[in-house]
Every structure is written in structure tokens, then in C-alpha cells.
């Protein structure tokens, strides 16, 4: 039997090669469907670990097997790979930050390098207790995460997988340093992607009168969205709009032929992110006419994510796992409007999915996710990779 002790004195004795395994991560982070070198770097982790490693088709992520050989229940760990397009800010709320990315424009400012550290921690701790439990555990590293662009391959190969279940984590800057949030139901919202071309006539910016001008056209788009929002939208409806990105033309004499508009929407119910996705495609494509363009909805204009919701009984699991471990550090959350790939594990198994807190003023972490100066308290590894271990062990020996 593995005890509550056991499993903090594996987690206490692994955490300073997670922090290196992060700190490395962090260092050379790599953009969504593009994570080659972090993907080779973690399969040479699992390998060294004797896990058994499987390739994803046509994707950077991968699975890697704990199998105890023993007759049992089959358990998924999931963390994601990428990064983000973010140039880090070398301080964070307080200080300098220890480590920073050096590559420019690219930054892991999600946490999902600290994600994959604690998956190999937790892998780790798991590999020193396998012969007190039975079954198998496939740790899950998902390309894409930020992009959507991963989650459907991965869920195609794990389909012949017989998972029980599938725990997932991510760090959250609202949470002090050992406190976790496990949801009974909702957690994160669905995401809706859109991104259209306006497509007009272009000419000499002396003769608009010529000319079928895309920016007047996106504006014009742009107006009618907001305004149908407060016709379309049923107000118990929890949904929102925004609107990311404006591109078109490169001079102030020059009128484009095309503008792009990228845009997001969440939502927390499924068919109402279905039915707000045709509205939103329906105002775009009559808004375009009235402005005498054409519009072109590129592959992102479609339904990214689900809204991720705990399974109820294995969040109840979850949260008994983590007080046993970790006394009085369950805090009661609201669910968060950003949006997670983690819910497309749903169609293979019950899940949960944690938040761990990352947030401390002495070290000047707190600061939020997608911003420059977000960083980590390293301690999280050893609060993560405690309570995934503990979880994994309950859930393959109860």
C-alpha cells in the first residue's frame, strides 16, 4: 500500500528535476502544431522512464504507456505541449523571473510547461509505486492545445484505449500556492472560432467611389454583430463576443481588396454555441451584402471547443483524493469563461479536470494566463504531481 506519505516524500524527492524538465520547457517553448523538438525532448523522458511510447498520426503528441501488467481499470493523464505567441516580459508582478524564454515572440505563458512537468513527475512517482496497484495509465501529450488542433487526433487514436476515466490539470494565477479547485460539473466554457475574409475591390485611395472597400465592409460586419448580440442573444444565456483581430491594407493611399476579422465566442451549452455559431456566419454573410463584399469563413470558424464539464462522481473522487492528501486546500470556484480542448476527452471516458494554484506575492507570481508577465510558483509541481499521483493510485486500486 502506498501511503499519503509515501507519495509527498516521491513528489518532494522529484520535484527539483520537474523545475530543470520546466525550466527547459520554458526556455524553448514551441508554437501550437509546431512543438517537434518538445515533443522529441518528452518522448526521451518517457523512454528513460521504460514507458512505451505511441505516435499520433500526422501530430506532434503522443501517449505514453505505464503498464503494470496486472489485470485492471485503464486511467488517462493529460497535459498539453504548446506555447503562445507572446513576447515574455523578463519581470513578473515583482521581480525579474528566473527563467524566460529565449525565443522571441513565443512564450509558454499557460503554464503547459509546467503542465508536462508535472505529468512527468507524476509519471515518476507513479513508475517508483507500480507494483502496489494494477493496470495501466496513459499519459496523454496533446499537441494544439491553444489551436484546438490536436484533441481530434488524439481522441481517434485513444478510442481503442478502454479508458476509465481521464484527469487533466492547469494552473490558475487566481489560486494561492497549494489550494486547488475541482468543480462538480462545469468548469470551463465552449469556444467558438470565427475568422472570415472580406472580400471587395481595391483601388487608389483618392477614388473610394471606385472602389469596394473590405474596411468599410468589416466595420460595417463588425456593427451588425454587435448589434444583433443584444436581439439574437437570449439574456439567461451565458454567451460572449470578442473580437480579436482587424486585418487589412498596408498604406493610407491605398484601398485593400481583402480584411480579415478574427473573433471568439464562449459559451457554457452546447446547442446554444451550435445555433450561435449559424446566426453569427448568417449576420457576417448578410452584413457583406449590404456593403456590396463577399465573404470567405476560413477553417477556424467553427465550434474549437466544448464546454468542459466534471463527470460528478469522478470530481467527487478527485476531491476525496485531495483531502486526504492535502487538508483544507480545496477552494470552491465559479467556472471560467476561457475555453479548454480537454472536453473532447468526454467522448471517450468520464473526466476531471483540476486547477491548481500558482499564485504568491513574495514571489511575485499571480499575474494572468496570456500575458507577459505570467509566471509560476515551481512549487506547483510538487502540489500537482502529488495530488495526480494520489489519484491515479485510488483510482486503479478502489
Known sequence: MATNENIRQLAKKH????????????????????????????????KDLGLLVEEVPNSTGFTALLDTGKEGKTLGIRTDIDALPIN??????????????????????????VHMAI???TAKILKDIENKFSGKI????????????????????????????????HVDPEL?????AINKGSVYAGCGGIDFDVLGKGGHGSRPDLCKSPLIGAVNIINALNSAWNNKIN????????????????????IPDTCNVKATFRFFDKKVGEETLGFLKEIVEAASKINDCKVRFNPYTRIVAKPTSNDIELADFARNSLLEIFEDSL?????????????????????????????????????????????????????????AAKFAYEFLTR
Open 15 to 46: 520535484q527539483v528535476e520537474g523545475c530543470t524538465i520546466r525550466d527547459y520547457l520554458h526556455q524553448n517553448p514551441e508554437l501550437s502544431e509546431h512543438e517537434y523538438q518538445t515533443s522529441k525532448y518528452l518522448k526521451e523522458k518517457c
Open 88 to 113: 515574455e516580459d523578463p519581470k513578473n508582478l515583482k521581480t525579474d523571473k528566473k527563467i524566460i524564454s529565449q525565443k522571441e515572440n513565443i512564450m509558454h505563458a499557460c503554464g503547459h510547461d
Open 119 to 121: 505529468a512527468l513527475t
Open 138 to 169: 496513459y499519459f496523454i501529450f496533446e499537441e494544439g492545445e491553444e489551436t484546438g488542433g490536436g484533441i481530434d487526433a488524439m481522441v481517434k487514436h485513444l478510442k481503442d484505449k478502454s479508458l476509465d476515466g481521464v484527469y487533466g490539470n
Open 176 to 180: 494561492e500556492t497549494g489550494k486547488f
Open 235 to 254: 439574456q439567461k444565456d451565458l454567451v460572449t463576443l470578442g473580437i480579436g483581430a482587424i486585418n487589412g491594407g498596408f498604406a493610407s493611399n491605398v
Open 331 to 387: 477552494v470552491e470556484k465559479s467556472p471560467s469563461f476561457g475555453s479548454e480542448s480537454f472536453s473532447g476527452y468526454e467522448d471517450l471516458a468520464p473526466i476531471v479536470f483540476v486547477k491548481l494554484g500558482i499564485k504568491n506575492e513574495k514571489l511575485g507570481t499571480g499575474a494572468s494566463a496570456h500575458t507577459p508577465k505570467f509566471d509560476i510558483d515551481p512549487d506547483v509541481i510538487y502540489y500537482g504531481s502529488s495530488l
